[in-house]
């Protein structure tokens, strides 16, 4: 996240308490998964602050490729995986479903061609103007396919899913991720994920949703 450290503990804390009210009004298994996604959100942004920590203190110095590695993985390694994994489980209609997991299988490609990246490419991160950089020894060969697949995976999955309200999610999303584009490049990767993090309101609204329409149906 971008500004401080404190602004990261603050956000994380918040997205916890989130995270813990999504994951306790959850009723099924499927569920259950979609609402680890603001408790993914709070570790990730908790990392985040720890690196803000390390990176104003040299003598913390030893624990930054750690700190940043791990950040790196929640946003290139995990998101485009479990979003459109989460959504598979909770989707009902069987077409619906097979495209999503057609799209797990990119976000997929996505996530380990990253792996490789952090695996065989130095990465880095640096305080630039209030916001963290973060930075490979590395250029994709075509950039915009790179970012259109993991947009795919994390955005496109979302329109798909047949589930009331999951367009907001996407929205937000897509809408974060243009503004951070537009006013904030070359700080995506943090900034994006800052807001990505305003998503766990409407992921807990979505369990409240779900639950609410099980309950009348049970009653109908």
Request: glycine content about 4%; aromatic content about 18%.
């Amino acid at each position: 996240m971008c500004f401080s450290a404190g602004v990261s503990f603050t956000a994380s804390a918040v997205i916890l308490v989130i995270g813990i009210i999504s994951i306790s009004k959850a009723t099924t298994i499927a569920q259950r998964v979609f609402a680890l996604i603001p408790l993914f959100f709070a570790i990730q942004q908790f990392t985040e602050g720890l690196l803000w920590l390390v990176l104003v203190n040299p003598v913390y110095d030893a624990w930054r490729p750690f700190l940043t590695h791990f950040y790196l993985s929640f946003a290139w390694v995990i998101w485009p995986i479990f979003i459109p994994f989460s959504m598979g489980l909770l989707e009902k209609n069987r077409t619906r479903k097979k495209i999503l997991y057609l799209i797990l299988g990119i976000g997929t490609i996505v996530s380990l061609c990253w792996i490789g990246v952090m695996i065989f490419y130095h990465a880095h991160a640096i305080i630039n103007v209030y916001h963290i950089d973060y930075k490979f020894d590395f250029k994709p060969v075509y950039p915009f396919l790179f970012t259109l697949l993991y947009l795919i995976a994390t955005v496109i999955a979302l329109l798909i899913s047949s589930i009331k309200y999951m367009w907001a999610f996407s929205i937000v999303n897509l809408a974060s991720y243009l503004f951070t584009r537009i006013y904030f490049a070359g700080h995506v990767v943090s900034i994006w994920c800052f807001f990505g993090a305003l998503s766990s309101f409407i992921v807990m609204m979505i369990i409240f949703n779900l639950n609410t329409t099980n309950e009348k149906l049970k009653n109908s």
